[in-house]
């Protein structure tokens, strides 16, 4: 028994070493932009959006960024979920079709989430109410003001961030070579899928603990929606 213990011992208190990732180390960052004003007017005097990049720019003889991608994430995620390993396992590692050693690889966390300015911040319902549009807004100011970053190779997103690469196209059409919008079509929100949302968002704002957004706990009404979101986003 004596033996068996010294061994377990020495084994647990050896050394453990994480496997060496196949593409440049990311690297995180928050870019706070001043006086941030939404479309509907209302202006945050600060607002943060986190990063994460893998890579480095390299610009041609003009200046001009030409390996940048933009990746954006979908709904309730961040840009971390890209560093997965179904996601980054087989698209940034060398010879891959995003290899990080060759392209500068960008995935901010949009308004709302993540580790980027949200109403949980401590404004609540009170924060600035924002669109799509002030999403794209956000992300457009941190590549060119934050990263310098004056122009893309390609926007990739999924699900929201693939509607955020239409509106790329839409309103910054000359600023990227191509757009991959995925589990996306550029289409209004309609039917069962628009349905589904409301029903969410009925679930917490008529839960008493909502208080009109002044909530001091996690409404209630929150498991309800949550129960709501894994129908939406499950594959059977």
Do not use: C
């Given at each position: 028994m004596q033996r068996g213990f010294i061994a377990v011992s020495f084994l647990l208190a050896a050394p453990v070493f994480a496997p060496a990732l196949p593409y440049?180390?990311?690297?995180?960052?928050?870019?706070?932009?001043?006086?941030?004003?939404?479309?509907?007017?209302?202006?945050?005097?600060?607002?943060?959006?986190?990063?994460?990049?893998?890579?480095?720019?390299?610009?041609?003889?003009?200046?001009?960024?030409?390996?940048?991608?933009l990746l954006l994430h979908g709904t309730t995620g961040s840009g971390k979920a890209f560093l997965s390993e179904n996601f980054a396992g087989v698209l940034f590692g060398p010879g891959q079709l995003l290899d990080g050693s060759t392209f500068y690889l960008v995935m901010p966390d949009g308004i709302g989430h993540g580790e980027s300015s949200k109403p949980s911040d401590g404004e609540r319902a009170r924060f600035p109410r924002y669109t799509y549009d002030d999403m794209v807004e956000a992300q457009y100011r941190l590549l060119t003001e934050g990263l310098h970053v004056n122009h893309l190779r390609l926007v990739i997103g999924t699900s929201?961030?693939?509607?955020?690469?239409?509106?790329?196209?839409?309103?910054?059409?000359?600023?990227?070579?191509?757009?991959?919008?995925?589990?996306?079509?550029?289409?209004?929100?309609?039917?069962?899928?628009?349905?589904?949302?409301?029903?969410?968002?009925?679930d917490i704002r008529g839960d008493p603990d909502w208080k009109n957004g002044d909530y001091t706990t996690q409404p209630r009404g929150l498991a309800a929606a949550v129960q709501l979101l894994l129908f939406m986003v499950s594959s059977p």
């Open positions: 440049p180390e990311p690297v995180s960052g928050d870019y706070a932009i001043k006086n941030f004003r939404f479309a509907t007017g209302e202006m945050l005097p600060e607002l943060k959006i986190h990063y994460r990049t893998i890579g480095i720019p390299r610009r041609d003889r003009r200046g001009i960024v030409r390996n940048a991608v929201m961030g693939g509607m955020h690469t239409w509106i790329w196209g839409e309103k910054h059409t000359d600023f990227m070579d191509g757009l991959v919008p995925l589990a996306s079509v550029p289409a209004q929100i309609a039917g069962r899928n628009r349905m589904l949302r409301k029903l969410v968002s009925d």
